[in-house]
């Protein structure tokens, strides 16, 4: 099938033509006719199968009719609303619906928080017609009244069980209920928990459901494999497999926001372009990480599982698990960043003692194994070594060695010290006394010191002497 049997317009049909694309995903191909017809859809699908395509092309299709270049702000109602659980989501959906949509005059644009709120102000007053927003900076629109939500025609919940993951699922019932009852609803995500399968039945009705691929699977282009290593040589084994196989890029995943920083720090270090990426990094610090990832300029980005939905990386060779995920679930996610498009991909992970339980329940999850080999033992001074003979740029050079030392360690004596022997020492009582302690002229010499028994004698009573009579 073409995406010319979908009944798409000439104009979407051209954007996705000049994207490389010609024949449509089995989730698109499910979801598109049934979104078209108006239909609700919960749909599940491996990430990197086109599912924000499956929704971005027949919501545009949808919206065509609605299209014009009028500056007011009133002919520019929001009419779809994409909820997205993360701010680098977010802005890659709406990166697709810029994409799909350049031949449409419909306005879009993206609220997500951590950056000033005023530009988008200014952009959501003067109208637009989709907007892909994260829930929090969506109510903060809603407090300030520079949104009304009160025509939306179509509501997507893209990931939705990381939402709830999140704890989001409160702020979503309160937009919800913002929103007018008769809409068409979607649902795209990954996985569907049985918690995101109630809220499925509380919102959509009748909806198609589509499972493009087994619950909990991911892609069978990626390839799996693991090390058992012990945690102290972990970046060892990193720094040896990427020397070794000259990796280029790399997504490392850690557990912890601490774990992330640490070894961004330590690679850096030992001479590797490295840049992490958590929620405590600001918005801007977030999206230069990640544009300097995509355009080869860092080497290995360091992220937590906030990076693990929504990343879209164009030939994203590898994936590694430096630490397992605590909710196996997660581990399907942060594979879907590599095979993706057709792309064969490959996850490492590096596996210590006390993770031998978690990798168990990724394989019970997965319902295959994972081929497991041990580490081999690292090399002492191996990463001192590679910072010696890769110094970063700017930094200080290496000191040169000391010249060589003689056989003899005694260093040679002038000769005026060999021609004039040292007297030898008196005993320690009758040495002379200090420089410093010696009188000057005119001035009273110094009393000897006292012994203890003449120091004692001072605070005796005087004896009386007896007199001969």
Known sequence: MTFDELGLSAELLRAVAEEG????????????PPILAGQDVMAGAQTGTGKT???TLPMLQRFKQHANTSVSPARHPVRALIIAPTRELAAQVFESVRTYGKHIPLRAACVYGGVNIDPQMAELRAGVEILVATPGRLLDHVHQRTVNLGQVEILVLDEADRMLD????????????LLPAKRQNLMFSATFPDDIKRLADQILKAPVRIQVAKKNTVTELVSHSAFKVDTRNKRELLERLMRERDLRQVLC???TKISANRLARELTRDGFACAALHSDKTQQERMQALADFKDGKVQVLVATDIAARGLDIEDLPLVINYELPPNPEDYIHR?????????AGEAISLVSRDEQEALS???????????????????????SDHRRSSPRSGSTPARAEPASISAD??????ESMLAAPRAPQRPREQQDAPAALMSKPGSQPVQPARSKRQIAALFLPPVAEKQDN
Not at 168 to 174: A, E, G, H, S
Not at 409 to 414: A, D, L, M, N, V
């Open 21 to 32: 694309y010609s024949e449509p995903t089995p989730v698109q191909i499910q979801a598109i």
């Open 53 to 55: 395509a499956a929704f």
């Open 166 to 177: 999140m704890g989001f699922m409160p702020d979503i019932k309160r937009i919800i209920a």
């Open 253 to 255: 995943f850690t557990s």
């Open 335 to 343: 594979l879907g960043r590599t095979g993706r498009a057709g792309q």
């Open 361 to 383: 329940s990724i394989e019970k999850l997965l319902k295959a194994p994972i081929p497991v080999r041990e580490a081999a033992e690292p090399q002492r001074g191996a990463s």
């Open 409 to 414: 360690p005694t260093p040679p004596r002038p």
